[in-house]
């Protein structure tokens, strides 16, 4: 599927690539979501009348993405299905994992082939974010720095984690680059779902199922892993209470 329309492609840095393509996950199994589950792929829940995914979808066409590339395994049909029928202004690409589910990481390296640029966006499809007042991808976009940087996560704090528990998940230093919450301790920002990525990231990468948590924590070591605050609104949608109390939100703002 392609677009009827030519969009505006992001730039990274001057005279970088344009940033055209996004990895969409969507392949997991979506067990604390059930039983709303039980016969339908977790991106396919609705949220205010939407479905996850088609929310994930519109973030990125505002950004001017023109290319998804889409990692399916649970009920993998309806995901197909939902795609060829609604979404017809951008280009859609299944990275097929019917066979054997490979986690973050190891759907981002089976994926690999399928995205030709670098830096490319990468973006889970089970969180819902609304921009503040500049659009988060392209705030990534204008903070990326290839010589420095193999990923940029865009991160929240945690106060503003909505529907989200736990203790944090990152510290960022005064240039922002992101270090580990300690063991019993507790950090202040929480990991979005979208990041910006190299191909480098994936270099030397495991075979099979793996978490990105692997070379997040190699390019931690080697300085190269930064964060950005997103100022918007996030939700963290991985419950079927959090759904309510998102929709709940969403109304009262």
Not at 68 to 91: F, G, P, S, T
Not at 95 to 110: A, Y
Not at 158 to 181: E, I, T, W
């Amino acid at each position: 599927m392609t677009s009827p329309r030519k969009q505006l492609s992001i730039r990274p840095d001057p005279g970088g690539p344009p940033l055209k393509t996004a990895m969409v996950m969507a392949a997991g199994l979506g067990k604390r979501m059930r039983p709303l589950t039980a016969t339908r792929p977790k991106p396919l829940v609705e949220v205010a009348g939407k479905a996850l995914l088609d929310h994930t979808l519109d973030r990125l066409r505002a950004a001017g993405i023109e290319r998804a590339v889409v990692n399916v395994h649970y009920l993998a049909d309806a995901l197909e299905a939902h795609l060829n029928n609604k979404v017809k202004d951008l280009e859609i690409i299944v990275s097929d994992e019917r066979d054997l589910l490979l986690e973050t990481g190891g759907g981002l390296v089976k994926a690999q082939a399928l995205i030709p640029d670098d830096p490319f966006l990468c973006v889970n499809s089970d969180n819902l974010w609304i921009d503040g007042p500049s659009d988060a991808i392209r705030m990534l976009a204008a903070r990326w720095d290839g010589a420095q940087m193999d990923a940029l996560l865009l991160l929240v704090p945690q106060a503003r984690a909505n529907c989200h528990s736990g203790a944090g998940d990152f510290h960022l230093d005064a240039v922002g680059r992101v270090s580990r919450r300690k063991p019993g301790r507790v950090a202040p920002f929480v990991y979005t779902g979208v990041q910006l990525l190299s191909h480098r990231l994936l270099r030397d990468a495991p075979s099979g199922p793996f978490s990105t948590n692997i070379l997040w924590n190699r390019a931690i070591e080697e300085g190269r892993c930064f964060g950005l605050v997103h100022h918007g609104l996030w939700f963290d949608v991985g419950t079927p209470q959090a759904v309510k109390k998102t929709e709940a939100l969403l109304a009262y703002g």
